[in-house]
């Protein structure tokens, strides 16, 4: 199957909550899809791809989620959030190439949420940016201070490790971490991203 739009408005419901089980019929309501015919087609061909797990619960309740503690897996949800991040109308993309220059390691994941991830952003919404990374995460963030202070819009920056991220969302209390998984965009480290999220899930993480 060529990979089109309307592939991907069905793909990308599996990542939206990817702790969560979909029938077809949820699948259907969020991809906005109307061809009954090519969303059994395109969940058909994630299955055989080996992308999304089958679950059957009885001869008429079948349901989806993604698969993501395989490093395929990883590399293709990781890949269409990228994606799907980059192809977002109206979002300050330079801001985002401008901080990824100065980010002082490649082992980065780099997200947005917030409003600008939820798309309610107004002309006086600062641009919450999220960096993943195992480097010192207080040179990153010296790195970057004044970049985020004169940037526009003005970045509100957080820089955490990926062990710090896993135990937010290992937490039982609600914290940044969760909100973050919750609403985001990926631009960089997709992959990264979905290997800490497969761990989370694993130990009772469920948004």
Same mark, same amino acid.
């Given at each position: /199957? ?7 408005? =069905? ?16 699948? !259907? $309501?969020?991809? $906005?899809? &109307?061809? %009954? ?9 994630? $299955?055989? +791809?080996?992308?999304?797990?089958? =679950?059957?619960?009885? &001869?008429?309740?079948? /349901? ?7 490093? !395929? ?20 993309? !330079? ?5 990824? $220059? ?15 991830? &939820?798309?309610?952003?107004?002309? %006086? ?21 004044? +970049? ?24 039982? &209390? ?34």
């Amino acid at each position: /199957m060529v990979k089109t739009k309307k592939s991907y408005a =069905i793909e990308r419901v599996f990542i939206r909550e990817p702790w969560e089980n979909l029938t077809y019929l949820k699948v !259907q $309501k969020l991809s $906005k899809s &109307k061809s %009954k015919s090519y969303i059994y087609s395109v969940i058909n061909r994630l $299955k055989e +791809e080996k992308k999304i797990n089958q =679950i059957i619960i009885s &001869k008429r309740a079948i /349901m989806y989620n993604p698969v993501l503690d395989s490093l !395929q897996a990883q590399n293709y949800w990781g890949f269409l959030a990228e994606y799907l991040a980059w192809n977002k109308n109206k979002f300050p993309f !330079q801001v985002i190439e401008n901080l990824r $220059k100065k980010i002082p390691t490649p082992f980065f994941t780099l997200l947005v949420t917030g409003s600008y991830a &939820k798309g309610t952003q107004n002309s %006086k919404s600062d641009l919450d940016v999220v960096i993943l990374s195992d480097e010192d995460s207080k040179l990153i963030y010296s790195e970057l201070k004044y +970049e985020c202070e004169t940037s526009i819009p003005k970045v509100h920056l957080y820089v955490f490790t990926k062990e710090e991220f896993f135990k937010m969302l290992f937490s039982k &209390k609600e914290n940044y971490g969760k909100e973050i998984a919750r609403n985001n965009l990926i631009f960089f480290g997709g992959a990264s991203y979905y290997s800490i999220l497969s761990e989370a899930i694993k130990n009772g993480f469920k948004g």
